[in-house]
C-alpha cells in the first residue's frame, strides 16, 4: 500500500523559498495533489495533477515530480504561508485515497 | 459557489451511531465523486469514503470498512455517512468534500465534529 513520507516542519524566512518534499513508491504513475490547512480552517487544494494551479493560487505556488518525489515550491514566503501542508495520490492498488503525513510549514 | 455544509455531529458512545449529512450547493452534484475526510484533533488528514456520482461505486478506508456506509441522494444534492460501531478512535472532525474531474478534491466543506467518549 502507498505510504507518502513528508517532513514534519519546514521554516523559512519571508521573502526565501520553502520547498516540500513528498515521497512514496508509486508517486510516480500518479497524479499529486497538494493542499495547505490553516489552523480552525478546512484544507484548501493549491496544486492538483503534479503541477497545476487552480484559479486563485497565487503563481507563487508551484510543484514538480521527479522519480518518486513531488515537490511542493513556494517562492517568495509570506506570513500568510504560515499552514499545514499535505500531499495526496490516489492508491490504485487498493482504490484509496492516501494523504502525506503533512507539513507544518513556519515563517520566521 | 459551491457550497457544502455538514450536520450530525456530535458525541456517541462507544458502539453507537451517528449519521453525518453533508448539503450542497453550487455545483452539478450529481456529476461528481464526494468524499468523506477526517481529521482527529492535533492529527492529520485521513481519506474515510468515496461516492462516484451515480451511486454506483463506493470505497472505504480499511479503518471503517464494514462499519461506515457512504451514500447519497442525487435529487437532493446531499451526501450521508452512516457510521455504526463508533470507536474512540472515530474521533475526529469530517469533512465533506467534492472530487474534481482531475481526482484532486476542490472543495471541502467547514467540517463537523464527532466524539465517541462515554
Known amino acids: 500500500s502507498e505510504v507518502l513520507t513528508q517532513p514534519p516542519s519546514v521554516s523559512v524566512a519571508p521573502g526565501k523559498t520553502a520547498s516540500i518534499d513528498c515521497g512514496g513508491d508509486n508517486i510516480g504513475g500518479q497524479s499529486v495533489h497538494w493542499y495547505h490547512q490553516k489552523p480552525g480552517q478546512a484544507p484548501v487544494l493549491v496544486i492538483h495533477?503534479?503541477?497545476d494551479r487552480p484559479s486563485g493560487i497565487p503563481e507563487r505556488f508551484s510543484a514538480s515530480k521527479s522519480g518518486n518525489t513531488a515537490t511542493l515550491t513556494i517562492s517568495r514566503v509570506e506570513a500568510g504561508d504560515e499552514a499545514d501542508y499535505y500531499c495526496q495520490v490516489w492508491d490504485s492498488s487498493r482504490d484509496h485515497y492516501v494523504f502525506g503525513s503533512g507539513t507544518q510549514v513556519t515563517v520566521l | 459557489h459551491v457550497h457544502l455544509v455538514e450536520s450530525g455531529g456530535g458525541v456517541a458512545q462507544p458502539g453507537g451511531s451517528l449519521t453525518l449529512s453533508c448539503s450542497t450547493s453550487?455545483?452539478?452534484?450529481?456529476?461528481?465523486?464526494m468524499h468523506w475526510v477526517r481529521q482527529a484533533p492535533g492529527k492529520g488528514l485521513e481519506w474515510v469514503a468515496l461516492?462516484?456520482?451515480?451511486?454506483?461505486?463506493?470505497y472505504y478506508a480499511e479503518s471503517v470498512k464494514g462499519r461506515f456506509t457512504i451514500s447519497r441522494d442525487n435529487s437532493k444534492y446531499t451526501l450521508s455517512l452512516q457510521m455504526n460501531s463508533l470507536r474512540g478512535e472515530d474521533t475526529a472532525f469530517y469533512y465533506c468534500v467534492k472530487e474534481s474531474p482531475t481526482g484532486a478534491f476542490d472543495s471541502w466543506g467547514r467540517g463537523t465534529l464527532v466524539t465517541v467518549s462515554s
Open positions: 495533477s503534479d503541477r
Open positions: 453550487g455545483f452539478s452534484f450529481s456529476y461528481f465523486g
Open positions: 461516492i462516484r456520482s451515480d451511486g454506483s461505486l463506493k
